[in-house]
């Protein structure tokens, strides 16, 4: 991917729209385009169709859980790929741990692949994901 902020670089990839989506209706944007940087775990549209529609109604209109949802998948600080591979863990802005884990079949954050690295942004950067990545205190069901 190309260099950009953060949002330009969700906007110009259609298999990411869905968490795009998300980061509007809870109000991160302004902070994802004027901060940074920032390490973003962005799941893939695909990530989401497994997640039942109606839960994903749910939390579109849950404003505080949504909100515990985006912050979890967003770390201060750009890591890349190769930073990564020689962390275990790294806190979230939501001030939880993620568990990082690597091996010779790629990087993993609690226990979801990374299935695209290192899209650089002018203020961080973004990793695709398979799944999303739950807050320890929230539950989704999938499909």
């Known amino acids: ?22 980061i509007r209706i809870a109000g991160m944007e302004p902070m ?14 695909e990530a989401f169709s497994r997640v039942r529609k109606e839960r994903m109604d749910e939390i579109r209109h849950d404003a505080d859980k949504l ?3 985006v912050s979890y998948h967003v770390v201060p600080g750009q890591l890349t790929s190769e930073d990564l591979r020689g962390i275990a863990a790294v806190r979230s802005s939501l001030g939880t741990d993620l568990v990082i884990r690597s091996s010779d079949r790629g ?37």
């Open 107 to 143: 990087i993993t954050v609690n226990s979801v692949p990374i299935v695209e690295a290192d899209a650089f942004c002018t203020n961080g950067i973004c990793h695709a994901i398979a799944s999303a990545l739950v807050p320890p205190a929230i539950e989704i069901a999938a499909a």
């Open 32 to 45: 994802l385009r004027e901060r940074g940087p920032f390490t973003v775990f962005v799941p893939t549209n």
């Open 1 to 22: 991917m190309q260099w950009g902020e953060r949002i330009e670089t969700l906007e110009d990839s259609e298999d990411l729209s869905v968490f795009l989506d998300l």
């Open 67 to 69: 909100l515990l949802i």
